[in-house]
């Protein structure tokens, strides 16, 4: 079939017809007013040759006059992908020779620049998309706009945007003139602009219908011809929207915090590292006496902080304990939340256990951080044994051999609350590193306090990044080999025993349970896929300035906070001598304490490494009895779907291949909101604007220092090129990032908290970091000069490249 009525498309053609005449066929047949028209379908492109007699015979029956001729590709007007502008328009066609060539330039239009570019951004594969054009006849607007049925800006799905503009609808796609813009949010409306009230309530009555119908938020273009009749030109779903959170039958409006950058991560999870790591955060926030809903939204986890916020002791808390963790960016979404009517306290329950944790807990707790503030030398030795009993228990039993064994050890494997002589030091030490800053008001500021808690002993992930370290400067004979060899190849080559041995397999014993996004179950870690360890080696192969060699630099960072130590002791004392005093002791003890802050993720990452390691060996016999593609496929099912393949032989491949598309589109997102309303809002959209600063970008000091150097934007640890003093620019790190640190010369990151992962080891470092920066990614280039001054948390770029 080469052409087809566009009455006669639906919605499964969009491989015959693309994606906009499958939806111009859907709204033809809900009875929606649509310019009749045709297709010439992507057999037709499929041939390469117009099939002329058949679409001058369609034009015929169409009445041979204007048209309006367009690409409806197969990869267009999706879910994903709008590709909005991307591909070729032509209005006003007239006659059979100019139809044609406006049909041949639309199929042209398939591979030009901008098309390709938008493809290659998005992961669409080029060689599997064809062209369809759709022809219908003109229409003459007296007003035309774009209608979108959520705001696109701030993503409630309770608001209707409506820009419009008279004439054609071309000068509001295009940008090309002054548009009239109306926000409907169901208030009376004044006569203004070029709608007049009642075609703005036609239009919302049209958009709640089309939204009902296509189940998801659309971008509608229309048009008001000369007799008054409203015609609608496209319907496609808004592709930028963050996914909504999940409805609920509550009536008053809920808040979500988004939790997973506090671990470092905002790609999406797993289906399978979702049900544990909400699990595992309802069991981090246990101590603290918090209970807060763990809810996936677009694969990212958020915590629903509706009942704290609602609760008069809760949030008297709330802001507070957001400052560890969560940082200045949640803490200001947080205020804006809790000076909204709607979120007015109404009881004292549900968010937090009546006056936080429980008697017995806060027994503990106290006890637990006086004996590690007392005697930090045993308090560490008590951890560590702890840890190492961890490691060992985390391995199967023998007798764990079938796929359901193995499928009842994971399902045992919840996680308890950890075990006192791991929580409680790193609390002491979180304290005692947090607390100096208010005893020293007005004697010492934060690049003070930042530069003494720089060098930090007895903490895993720096002993990691260091041993990784001492393995490049051991594999110098191996150097061009592994600068050379792409690290894929290098890591098949060590699986198959065909590397020379550089001493990774000791690494890997004591480290491969690491890596990336590492709380993820679905996540590879590194004695799994090696290739990020061999990017990062080759990154420190390439430090040949003694100067800046790792270990140096930590020896010097921790000798400069010693030093910093002693002046501003002596300084306080002086001044506030009780203050003094307390400060000293506590900042003495942060240098014993506040480096096991990453010992606990540590611990718990054998755990969940053998739990991995299990469900991949489910996944093999599943794969094998034809139920599964591949054995990973498991880490995008559920633990109850997992039992009903083991069980009853359920196949779940296309719930497989249906959840990786999502995953692969959501992995191509980069800006996850900090916090969400139930109706979708994007709590940081809606607050004011930071005054503008040339050149400048604002954010949270988080570790002093002051260096220049050009930008390294990086999203994939795994695969970064780090030269020796470039600046890190990131979304996000969590400890699979922090090996990069050793070459970086500064830290730029758009989220985080300063006792966060990433903070936390550049100040051990001893290099700047300047956090919270919104948007650092896109607003910072590759090669950019930038300035980094983690004391004023600034940093200033300049329009020079770096060559």
Same mark, same amino acid.
């Given at each position: ?212 119908? =296509? ?386 993720? =540590? ?201």
């Amino acid at each position: 079939m080469r052409v087809i009525a566009l009455s006669e498309t639906t919605a499964d053609m969009v491989d015959l017809v693309g994606g906009k005449a499958a939806g111009l066929g859907e709204l033809i047949r809900r009875g929606e007013r649509v310019p009749a028209g045709f297709c010439v379908t992507t057999e037709a492109y499929r041939l390469g040759v117009l099939p002329r007699e058949e679409i001058l015979d369609a034009y015929r029956r169409l009445g041979a006059g204007p048209v309006a001729v367009r690409s409806s590709a197969t990869a267009e007007d999706l879910p994903d992908a709008s590709f909005a502008g991307q591909q070729e328009t032509v209005l006003d066609v007239t006659g059979a020779a100019d139809l044609l060539a406006a049909i041949t330039k639309c199929w042209d239009s398939l591979h030009n620049t901008r098309a390709t570019a938008y493809r290659d951004a998005r992961g669409v594969d080029h060689t599997a998309v064809r062209m369809a054009v759709v022809v219908q006849r003109m229409i003459a607007p007296d007003v035309a706009g774009v209608l979108f049925t959520a705001n696109p800006v701030t993503g409630c799905r309770t608001e209707m945007l409506v820009d419009a503009a008279p004439g054609p609808g071309t000068t509001v796609v295009d940008g090309a003139a002054t548009v009239d813009h109306y926000l409907l949010d169901g208030s009376a409306r004044d006569e203004a602009g070029c709608v007049p009230p009642a075609r703005l309530a036609e239009l919302r009555a049209v958009g709640e219908r089309l939204q009902r119908h =296509f189940g998801r938020p659309q971008d509608v273009e229309w048009a008001i011809d000369r007799q008054g009749l409203l015609w609608l030109l496209q319907s496609r779903p808004i592709t930028t929207l963050f996914p909504a959170p999940p409805a609920t039958d509550k009536p008053l409006p809920r808040v979500y915090l988004e939790f997973g950058h506090v671990q470092g991560m905002l790609q999406p999870v797993t289906p399978m590292g979702m049900s544990s790591l909400k699990s595992l955060v309802s069991a981090m926030l246990a101590p603290l006496g918090i209970r807060a809903e763990i809810v996936d939204i677009g694969g990212r986890l958020y915590g629903d902080l509706t009942d704290m916020a609602r609760s008069r002791s809760g949030r008297r808390q709330l802001v507070r304990l957001l400052a560890v963790d969560f940082g200045p960016r949640a803490q200001a979404v947080m205020r804006h939340v809790l000076a909204d009517p709607r979120f007015a306290p109404t009881r004292d329950a549900g968010g937090v256990r009546a006056g936080g944790p429980s008697a017995r807990t806060a027994g503990r707790a106290v006890a637990g951080i006086v004996r590690a503030l007392a005697r930090p030398d045993l308090a560490r030795s008590r951890m560590f044994a702890a840890i190492e009993r961890l490691r060992l228990d985390a391995a199967a039993p023998e007798q764990v051999r079938t796929a359901a064994d193995r499928l009842r050890f994971v399902r045992a494997q919840e996680p308890d609350e950890s075990p006192d002589d791991l929580v409680w030091p790193i609390v002491a030490g979180m304290l005692a590193a947090a607390l100096p800053a208010q005893l020293l008001k007005g004697i010492a500021g934060p690049d003070e306090i930042h530069t003494i808690l720089g060098g930090m002993p007895h903490n895993v992930t720096i002993e990691m990044n260091l041993a990784l370290w001492r393995l490049a400067r051991g594999a110098g004979e191996h150097r061009r080999l592994l600068l050379d060899t792409p690290p894929r190849e290098l890591a098949a080559r060590y699986r198959h025993g065909t590397l020379p041995d550089i001493g990774l397999a000791a690494f890997l014993a004591a480290y491969g349970h690491r890596g990336a996004a590492e709380v993820d179950l679905g996540v590879p870690r590194w004695d799994e896929d090696p290739a990020p360890v061999f990017a990062v080696l080759a990154n420190y192969l390439r430090v040949t300035d003694p100067r800046q060699a790792p270990d140096r630099r930590f020896a010097q960072a921790a000798a400069t906070a010693e030093a910093t130590l002693r002046e501003l002791v002596a300084r306080a004392r002086r001044r506030r001598p009780v203050r003094g005093r307390i400060a000293g002791f506590l900042l003495r003890r942060a240098r014993s304490l506040a480096g096991l802050r990453e010992a606990g993720k =540590f611990a718990g990452l054998y755990q969940l490494r053998e739990m991995r390691r299990q469900l991949l060996l489910i996944g093999v016999d599943l794969a094998g009895a034809g139920l599964l593609d591949q054995p990973d496929d498991i880490m995008f099912l559920t633990l109850d779907e997992v039992h009903t393949a083991v069980h009853e032989g359920a196949d779940h491949r296309d719930t497989v291949a249906e959840r990786r598309a999502v995953h692969r589109r959501e992995l191509r997102r980069r800006a996850v909101p900090v916090a969400l309303l139930s109706d979708g809002t994007d709590v940081e959209a809606v607050l004011p604007a930071p005054p503008a600063t040339d050149g400048t970008l604002t954010g949270v000091g988080a570790a002093a220092g002051r260096v220049t150097g050009p930008a390294r934007v990086v999203h994939d640890p795994g695969t970064a090129h780090i030269e020796p003093g470039e600046i890190l620019v990131a979304p996000t790190t969590d400890p699979g990032w922090t090996p990069l640190f050793l070459t970086a010369g500064a830290l730029v990151t758009e989220t985080g908290a300063i006792m966060a992962h990433g903070p936390t080891v550049a100040r051990e470092y001893g290099i700047p970091a300047v956090i919270c920066v919104p948007d650092a990614t896109r607003r910072i280039s590759t090669g950019q000069i930038v300035t980094v001054d983690g004391a004023a948390g600034t940093v200033t770029v300049t329009d020079a490249i770096a060559l």
